[in-house]
């Protein structure tokens, strides 16, 4: 399952969850095959993500707008309400040992 943006869906991949309105009404069942004509609807709605089965697209670092420095540069401020809580230090931890790893990671891809 991956989280796609709508320009970057292709007639043929398959909704993995429904697409909402903002009102909760569904627009695309989950389990359909978009055809080419659900692009337009899409858009006409303000539709910006899908969700689609398989990982049909390599996203890259920035896939949604956040470089994985700036994802890690940003872990303070997102856990900035859970400074005495030691779990979700645990999990800041995680992901600062994630993000870390995965930037040298793709230095050295380069």
């Known amino acids: 399952m991956q ?11 398959v909704l993995a969850k429904p697409v909402l309105k903002e009102n909760g009404m569904v627009l695309i069942a ?11 609807i899409l858009k006409k709605q303000g539709i910006k993500f899908i969700v689609v089965k398989g990982t049909p697209l ?10 994985l420095k700036k994802r890690l540069d940003r872990l303070d401020y997102l856990f900035r309400k859970h400074q005495n809580d030691p779990w979700m230090q645990k999990v800041k931890e995680f992901f600062k040992v994630y993000f870390t790893y995965q930037i040298k990671k793709s230095k050295t891809e380069k």
Do not use: V
Not at 3 to 13: Q, W
Not at 59 to 67: D, N, R, V
């Open 3 to 13: 989280k796609i943006p709508l320009d970057k869906a292709k007639a043929g991949m």
């Open 30 to 40: 989950e389990g359909t095959e978009l055809k080419e004509n659900h692009f337009s």
């Open 58 to 67: 390599d996203l890259g670092e920035g896939a949604y707008g956040f470089s």
